[in-house]
């Protein structure tokens, strides 16, 4: 007969679990990513100072560049502490972090093509089919929704629909149809 104390502890306590092993610490990682969202975010805050202007902005007006700005210096901040970040200190440890599953390159390899091929289809716009003009952007969405939810192990074919579905009309409605924003 078991005792209380022991009939409470779940099996293999304080033992370790050797079946998990946590991703290393990388300095290069961390170095390499710092470095990589700084010239992103550089490239960004160039980007926002290229804006073209209407029609400049009164003093102490907030003018069409402003915010991107805003978003860019923060960002180019943020990296530049990153980065000394990264030199200065050890790695952080990343114990919490599963390592590279067996295909994990390939999944971000089909990625961006399924996402290159999004941007391709989408900048056609429009196209006419049997005489009518049809928008691309909803069709392009919605296979987008639906490739990459296979590619990343959904397999319920009605959810896949409806999901697909209902976060592409969303997204047109709101942006396409309120907002009035050209997709």
Known sequence: ???????AEPAGRGEPD???QGAPASRRLEIVFAVVALAFTSGYLFLSTQIPLRREAAPGQIDARFWPLVIGVTGVVIAIA???????????????????????YLRVIATLAITGAFIA???LGSVILF???????????ALLMAALMLLYGHRRWLSLIIYSASVTAFVYVVFGMLLRIPL
């Open 1 to 7: 007969m078991s005792t209380p104390d022991t009939a």
């Open 121 to 123: 289809l989408w900048s």
């Open 131 to 141: 005489g009518y003009r049809v928008e691309v952007f909803p069709v392009a969405a």
């Open 18 to 20: 050797n079946e998990y």
């Open 82 to 104: 990153l980065l000394a970040v990264a030199i200065t200190r050890p790695a952080p440890t990343r114990e919490d972090l599963e390592r590279i599953q067996p295909g994990g």
